[in-house]
């Protein structure tokens, strides 16, 4: 009911859910048009078998959410190190870095990075 009200007054709605087939179909069945994909399972993997796992869920899930007609963003624990292999995933339409770029900042400062990062995502979308 709250989705389709704020959506009825031109307010878009975005629900943060996991991976995971059964959240994206419970967004769907609340009228949200967005999601955003949690990443921090991903983000805080240690070993390349989990990496790789997680990161299979991940794709998974915004292949399923967009072909249900859902845009998908995604963030949660993303860093210059990870980001690239998300940020390659066609059906994410937004990243949410905004701890990570500010964090590293306080080395480079903010315009560095946020070049690098903007850098790191072109190349991921073979910009």
């Given at each position: 009911e709250v989705c389709s009200e704020l959506s009825a007054n031109n307010i878009?709605?975005?629900?943060?859910?996991d991976a995971d087939q059964h959240q994206i179909d419970a967004a769907i069945e609340?009228?949200?048009?967005?999601?955003e994909i949690h990443t921090g399972h991903y983000a805080n993997a240690s070993s390349p078998e989990e990496i790789g796992f997680e990161l299979k869920k991940i794709t998974n899930a915004c292949k399923y959410a967009h072909s249900k007609g859902l845009q998908v963003n995604a963030g949660h624990?993303?860093?210059?190190e990870n980001t690239r292999a998300i940020a390659a995933i066609e059906s994410v339409v937004e990243l949410n870095i905004?701890?990570?770029?500010?964090a590293r900042s306080l080395f480079v400062g903010l315009a560095s990075a946020t070049s690098e990062m903007k850098q790191i995502i072109k190349e991921a979308r073979g910009l």
């Open positions: 878009k709605t975005s629900l943060f859910i609340c009228g949200a048009p967005i999601i624990g993303l860093t210059i905004g701890h990570s770029i500010i």
